[in-house]
């Protein structure tokens, strides 16, 4: 079975600012992959970055980050320069290998708001 | 064209109304997914279309029905709803089958309230 799990409910950040968001996870799975979604108001899910288990480097786009830490199962996200439209609610997700996306398994999410 | 369109956003049905929820991929994507958001609570996986097959989540009430008729377009329909039922309905695609594992693609959802 897996598990996500995101302690913070909610975060502030200042504008331009970093911040860090934490997600461990628990699978039982030799091989999986972790996601970051984030859902501003509007609703919809936009996916932000991707890393695997076996991914040797830390996963980068942009102005996002993933802190992969394997032995301590954690994944967390860092956004760097916060901008105002990073305000919204931020998923951590993770799928095994094998197996359909069925098998996702998504965290209770962070709110995180950007203060100008 | 965004990659995944969700219709109606809002809803708000009667118990007794019969209403179908509808999403289109244009990705070329081969599995779409129903989840249920509801406030404070992780994504709940409803039903699964993936390579032709169903796949669907044992506790979810026979009064949500989902349809595919083809890997494109994928139906929620609603009958005789309970108050509870209300959240946000998102709909999802990936591709699956590829040998690595991929993200899913997600439309702006439907509020569905029921009163």
């Known amino acids: 079975a897996q598990k996500i799990t995101q302690t913070q409910p909610g975060m502030f950040v200042q504008e331009k600012e970093a911040v860090t968001l934490d997600c461990t996870y628990d699978?039982?799975?030799?091989?999986?992959?972790l996601f970051w979604y984030k859902q501003p108001s509007s609703g919809e899910m936009i996916f932000l970055i991707y890393?695997?288990?076996?991914?040797?480097q830390n996963a980068t786009e942009g102005r996002y980050s993933l802190n992969f830490q394997k032995a301590r199962k954690s994944a967390n996200l860092v956004i760097s320069a916060s901008q105002l439209g990073d305000s919204a609610m931020y998923f951590c997700?993770?799928?095994?290998?094998?197996?359909?996306?069925?098998?996702?398994?998504f965290g209770t999410g962070t709110k995180l708001q950007v203060i100008p | 064209e965004t990659g995944v369109t969700q219709t109606p956003r809002h809803l708000v049905m009667g118990m007794t109304n019969k209403k179908s929820l509808k999403c289109e991929q244009h990705?070329?994507?081969?599995?779409m997914y129903w989840y249920k958001q509801s406030a404070k609570k992780p994504l709940e996986l409803m039903f699964v279309?993936?390579?032709?097959?169903?796949?669907e989540n044992n506790s979810v009430p026979s009064r949500f029905s989902p349809e595919c008729p083809n890997s494109s377009h994928l139906f929620l329909h609603l009958h005789t709803l309970q108050p509870e039922d209300s959240a946000l309905y998102l709909c999802?695609?990936?591709?699956?089958?590829?040998?690595?594992?991929?993200?899913?693609?997600f439309g702006q959802g439907t509020r569905l309230t029921v009163v």
């Open positions: 990705l070329g994507h081969n599995a």
């Open positions: 997700a993770m799928r095994p290998h094998s197996g359909g996306y069925q098998k996702v398994t």
């Open positions: 999802a695609s990936s591709q699956e089958g590829t040998g690595r594992t991929t993200e899913a693609f």
């Open positions: 279309y993936s390579l032709e097959e169903r796949v």
């Open positions: 699978t039982s799975d030799p091989s999986y992959g």
């Open positions: 890393q695997g288990s076996y991914d040797q």
